[in-house]
């Protein structure tokens, strides 16, 4: 048996300060995660400033706690992988210069790591059994990503998002109901009691690519029918928007990430990403993959929105193809999928 690999995970690319510890890429020792939602919601939004103040508080606390709930101590990390972009700039900082100081301090090698790469390996942590190739869509506050996932390390984007990604729609449609931030949980929850056929909002289409997405022209509809109705002195029943707006953006992502998996051939696909938490689209998922005879696989809801636990299991194989980092690493906020710097 070769020797275990344990890298200690640092992510702070939004607003979740999280450390973890992660034995093997699969084998989560310890998640701590501490968001800051409850400072952002009075702004409806995440506001970067606050945000880097706050993981500067918080960083070395949860790397502390995360060595401690997983018993081990820095002497015994292998490595230190860290989240370095995309994301907002001032958290991503905090983040990689934490990062970089153990490194220099104890010469751990150092791994960025991709957020993204991250968030589709949080698929391997619960299902062991899942290796590459699968077709993975990314659905989260910043990025609507469908993505050939090739081998460990190795990706194609084959559709994004044109203007909002789907958790962006969700936060901005949320707020237009008064549901405040985030959006999408409380969407989630409310679309529960309410009729996702009482109103009809549009599926976009993107002519030029049948992968890409659009979601700002979804978001104009549910506002506009919000206005008319005001206009017109009817009682807007928020449950039925929330409800009918959903079902608009799950069978958008449904039908493309289906179409995706036929059209290159894949038999297995996965779901990643805050809005991957979508209890609606899990289900929407779940069906349409039984009926097709395709694999599917998600990350439990925790694993799905920000973690350190994803991050170490991206590094964990990165590490292993020989990926280190110099202390020149540097916060990357629009960090392509697949790029190196
Ligand atoms: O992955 P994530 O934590 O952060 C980014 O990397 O962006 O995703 C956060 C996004 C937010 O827009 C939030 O509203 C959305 O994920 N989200 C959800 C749900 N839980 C979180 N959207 C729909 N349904 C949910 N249950
Ligand atoms: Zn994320």
Known sequence: MDKDIVLLAIESSCDETAAAVVKN?????????????DLHTVYGGVVPEIASRKHVEKINQIIREALREAGLTLKEMDGIAVTY??????????????AKAISFATGIPLVGVHHIEGHISANYIENKELEPPFVCLVASGGHSHLVLVKDYGEYEIIGQTRDDAAGEAF???ARAIGLGYPGGPKIDRLAKEGNAEAIHFPRAKVE?????????GLKSAVLNYLNACGMKGEEICTADVAASFQQAVVEVLVEHSMHAVKQYGYDKFAIAGGVASNSALRLAF???????????YHPSPILCTDNAAMIGTAGYYEYLRGVRSGLDLNAVPNLKLGEKV
Do not use: H, M, T
């Open 85 to 98: 972009g995309p994301g907002l700039v001032g958290p991503l900082l905090v983040g990689v210069s934490a």
């Open 208 to 216: 030029e690519n049948a992968y890409d997405f659009s979601f700002s």
């Open 171 to 173: 936060d901005k449609v």
């Open 25 to 37: 890429g699969r084998e989560v020792l310890s998640n701590v995660i501490s968001s800051q939602i």
């Open 286 to 296: 779940y069906e349409r993959c039984r009926a097709e005879g395709i694999g599917f």
